[in-house]
């Protein structure tokens, strides 16, 4: 049964950081490779940020140069530095294998960037 806990959301202002989490157990993570999405309330769930097995990284445009995701094989987690934060980030911040399956969403964890 594999698991996914996503950790690391908040409130914070405009232009603030934040450092997401996301532990994995039940499969044999570092071959996966992982990938941060999130929904916004009355849009549908988008993927900003994932990373191969190998390290390769890629990014949705709207976060291009703000966000940055990030593995400890060793720990089983996959993290999400999130710098510059604006209104428009504020979403529910899941994470999953890049090529998503169903069953494997978390509850996510909420981020809200507001003043």
């Known amino acids: 049964q594999v698991q996914l806990v996503e950790s690391g959301g908040g409130l914070v202002q405009p232009g603030g950081s934040l450092r997401l989490s996301c532990a994995a157990s039940g499969t044999i993570f570092s071959i996966m490779d992982m990938g941060w999405y999130r929904q916004a309330p009355g849009k549908q769930r988008e993927l900003v940020a994932g990373?191969?097995?190998?390290?390769?990284?890629n990014y949705a445009d709207s976060v291009k140069g703000r966000f940055t995701i990030s593995r400890d094989n060793a720990k089983r987690t996959v993290y999400l530095q999130m710098n510059s934060l604006k209104p428009e980030d504020t979403a529910v911040y899941y994470c999953?294998?890049?090529?998503?399956?169903?069953?494997?969403w978390g509850q996510g964890t909420q981020v809200t960037v507001s003043s």
């Open positions: 999953n294998l890049m090529r998503a399956i169903p069953g494997y």
């Open positions: 990373i191969t097995s190998g390290g390769s990284t």
